[in-house]
């Protein structure tokens, strides 16, 4: 990924700073990152030996299809961050205009009454991706004591809202503590002093260690945790972490693992642009021949921010992702890529300030989407995507006599896989001596898992892959 690009794709420096990211920067924190292959159908998947290589055995999008997710950052119960933020953001960088808007007229709440609209809508056309929670949203309340200007009860309803309505199909992740100022851990208060060294969307200003930004992570994680909410990640607010993209990814998989126990951690911070893949980077690697294998995973996003801005004031322009009939816009682009076309925005920018203008020029997206590529979309999760990858790339893949053995460190739902047409049986998987045989559907689009479909060159199977040995016979 290129940090040039992405700074030229979105304009705002608010957006510019926390995004930036430099290949090179990147690959020096995985020490053995697979960037090289891709989800796609012309890449062989493992680090295997030349034989496997030889085999045409591949690993394809999930499905067959291309893997869609959506981020929404800035999210959090009832606070509307684009009010609350922005005197604060003010303060700290008092020379730039984008902070000098009219904040005080911009309501204070994002009502739950909306979160429900928006995640039913989601629930019915199958859209899953990334939701924030800010655990203690710009400095105005913990969410696991009180939040002030809301009762109890309000709170306790609206927790329960994020728990039983997005939890299901939506990643939660902390967007750090509050988004705004830095918490001095020792007291559980912002520091006294207001500037760039002490809001979280620029920080830290000197070098960290592992162990410094875990503990400050974690501290994030525990809040939301004492919420009744789980997470397998989490999101920078900002800049947070810029000039720190060695230890970072190291200390999320510290931070989430100690907090929550995670197998497979994950986090997002950067946008692809241009001609940059989108594929989820694996950083951390080690232990994958043992009982602990390590990675965490960086899963990009796909587009700039065009529903509303970070405040919620910008008129949306949902064609940047996708026209009225999905033939321009980024996400097209990203869908005849075969590349994950993982959509972006932030939360306030949804709401528009009460009229929900960016909700329904994301409505028009999906809908749009939905006509033109339907039988090419799979929407998954960002844990989903990032496991999909790990598995993708890490699993070894070698034929034998009566199929293939696989080596999986990570296990992975709707694992796809394309295998020379020499079937002599119905494929089946194989795993800790029980056998699943796999359901033969008349059309590539019917795929789903425990289902294989084939034609005169080729057999395409979609299966649970399970962790550790199994057996693909076919």
Known sequence: MNGKGSERAIDSMHLSTRRSFIVNG???????????????????????????????????????????????????????MGHFCMPQFA??????????????????????????????????????????????????????????????????????????????????HPEMITHTRVIDLRTGRPFEEISPATMENSYPQKKKSVDELAQYIAY???????CGLSCDGITTPGGFGNLVKAELPLAVHQAVRDVFGSELPHYFKYISTGNESTQPILEGVKGLDGDDPRVVVNVPAGTGDWFGGWDGDREPEGHRYANEDATKGRMVELIELNQPAVMFCHWPG???????????????????????????????????????????ELTRIVKNGGGASLHAPFGSGFFTMEIPNECRRDPSIVHAAKTRRLRKVKEKRLLTEGTWWGDQTRTIVCFELPKGESQLLY
Not at 361 to 369: S, Y
């Open 91 to 172: 303060t700290a960088w008092p020379q730039r205009e984008e902070y000098k808007k009219p904040w005080k007229t911009w309501p204070r709440e994002i009502p739950d009454s909306f979160v429900r609209r928006f995640g039913e809508w989601c629930a019915e056309h199958g859209v899953k991706g990334k939701y924030s929670v800010v655990p203690y949203p710009a400095c105005v309340g913990w969410l696991d004591r009180e939040l002030p200007g809301w009762s109890r009860k309000e709170l306790l309803n609206s927790l329960a809202l994020v728990r039983d309505l997005m939890m299901p199909g939506w990643d939660i």
């Open 220 to 226: 994030s994680l525990r809040i939301l945790k004492n």
């Open 350 to 392: 949804l709401y528009s300030n009460g009229t929900e203008k960016g909700f329904t020029a994301f409505q028009r997206v999906v809908t749009a989407l939905e006509t033109r590529y339907g039988d090419r979309m799979h929407w998954m999760k960002v844990s989903e995507l990032a496991r999909y990858r790990a598995a993708a």
């Open 26 to 80: 990147g690959k020096a924190v995985a020490g053995a990152v697979l960037g090289a292959r891709t989800f796609g159908a012309s890449a062989q998947i493992g680090a295997g030996t030349g034989e496997e290589l030889r085999s045409g055995v591949k690993v394809l999008n999930p499905r067959a299809r291309v893997p869609l997710s959506f981020i929404i950052d800035d999210s959090t119960c009832l606070v509307n």
